[in-house]
């Protein structure tokens, strides 16, 4: 396996390992191999402890930098400060050379059956984890018209509302009210 970011875990001494995953272009090529609409704004980084435990691997990390992505209303950029922790187990996988570099659960992977771990699986998973579901400009987003696609945020637009069917125009004004009283 030629990968530049595969780590041999083979000779881990006890105390584990520090190290640090910056390089720009593993965010800019995933960036643009899964057509993300999102900005590195100040570089990533994440910061690794690799600990060897009984039966695999203890992975702590924090993930820092930030990104500009769409707002999800609006479309306007939305500046997002990324400061994550994480922590996960990862297991040796099971078997012999020929699984070797067959992806699962894990971000270990065999070769020659040494195990290898994955740092930019392991670094795109726990950013993409750490980017909100639903970016928003503000918490008080108006959005797009649906019509014409003005920004209501910067004004209302002049658009004619569509008022619905007309032959139910006579009931757009009833309105129901509930009887919370109980009956015997």
């Not at 090529?29 to 690799?50: A, S, T, Y």
């Not at 060897?52 to 500046?79: F, K, M, Q, W």
């Not at 509302?161 to 309105?175: I, T």
């Amino acid at each position: 396996m030629q990968n530049a970011h595969l780590l041999p875990l083979n000779d881990l001494p006890p105390d584990g390992r520090r190290l640090t995953v910056a390089d720009a272009s593993l965010w800019d090529g995933n960036l643009r191999e899964f057509h993300m609409d999102c900005r590195v704004e100040q570089p990533l980084k994440i910061e690794l402890h690799i600990l060897p435990v009984e039966d695999g691997y203890l992975v702590r990390g924090e993930l820092t930098g930030s990104v500009i992505l769409p707002c999800n209303r609006c479309a306007e950029d939305v500046h997002i400060r990324l400061d994550s922790r994480f922590e996960e187990f990862e297991e040796v996988p099971a078997g012999d050379d020929a699984d070797a570099g067959q992806p699962g659960d894990s971000h270990i992977l065999l070769d020659k059956g040494v195990p290898m771990l994955d740092l930019a699986a392991l670094s795109w998973e726990e950013f993409v984890l750490a980017l909100p579901m639903t970016p928003l400009c503000r918490e008080d987003c108006k959005g797009l018209c649906p019509q014409c696609g003005a920004n209501l945020n910067a004004a209302a637009c002049h658009c004619v509302r569509d008022e619905g069917d007309p032959r139910l125009a006579a009931l757009r004004g009833l309105s129901l009210q509930k009887d919370w009283t109980e009956k015997k």
